[in-house]
């Protein structure tokens, strides 16, 4: 099962978006707007509205809950390290850095407040994401900067052993140490997924489902057809 468009939610509309651009919204969990075009709905279809926003709304913000959560369990264990390390210019190239991954790594998955967003995608891509694509790129950004912080440590011992004390409250960690952390938290994440991954699929089972009979009574909705299987 798989997200065919990019799934925008807000308390007050469900956005539904292709390459950033909305074919298809529903406002108050019941006026369907196409293209900017009011639609108008008799009772039996503004239920199957009221049905598949609440099911979106169910479905989407865990999901992209647990992807979000990854990220950060990732990047807040790196972020930690950093704190109080090397001088003004490192810390903003590090941080820099860590936005430019944080970045990379959010941009199928967003979450503001109430807001949330998924970008096109089936269970199995977000399953290789946790497993896959986000070790990888989090193994990368420890070891630099692990690398990064050993080096700001040797010029700061260089310039002034006398001005420089290690702390308890640092956590400098050598990358292996670092990564496994890392890697035990986001295990844990995707065990998660996997454990709901049964539930998710019926959900999208029916939301396809009423996807079906809203595109039965709204033939408009044909042409984006949202939950596929893939």
């Given at each position: ?225 949202v939950v596929t299987m893939k």
């Open positions: 099962m798989a997200f065919r468009h990019g799934i925008l939610i807000s308390p007050e509309q469900i956005r539904i978006q292709n390459t950033n651009r909305t074919v298809f919204q529903i406002n108050q969990d019941k006026d369907l707007f196409i293209r900017g075009e009011w639609i108008t709905l008799n009772p039996a279809e503004q239920e199957l509205v009221r049905q598949y926003a609440q099911g979106l709304r169910k479905f989407v913000p865990e999901l992209v809950t647990i992807a979000v959560d990854s990220v950060e369990l990732g990047l807040t264990a790196i972020e930690n390290m950093l704190v109080g390390i090397g001088s003004t210019a490192q810390q903003e190239e590090w941080q820099a850095l860590i936005r430019e991954t944080t970045y990379q790594l959010t941009s199928r998955f967003v979450r503001s407040g109430e807001h949330f967003y998924l970008a096109p995608q089936s269970l199995n891509e977000l399953d290789s994401f946790l497993h896959g694509e986000l070790k990888t790129q989090l193994k990368d950004l420890a070891k630099y900067t692990v690398g990064a912080v050993w080096d700001a440590l040797r010029d700061a011992l260089r310039q002034s052993e006398d001005d420089f004390e290690r702390t308890e409250s640092q956590n400098w960690q050598p990358a292996d140490e670092l990564l496994a952390k890392i890697n035990t938290g986001l295990d844990l994440k995707a065990d998660e997924l996997e454990q709901k991954s049964v539930l998710f699929c019926q959900r999208l089972t029916e939301l396809d489902q009423i996807e079906t009979q809203l595109q039965q009574r709204v033939p408009q909705l044909l042409a984006y057809d």
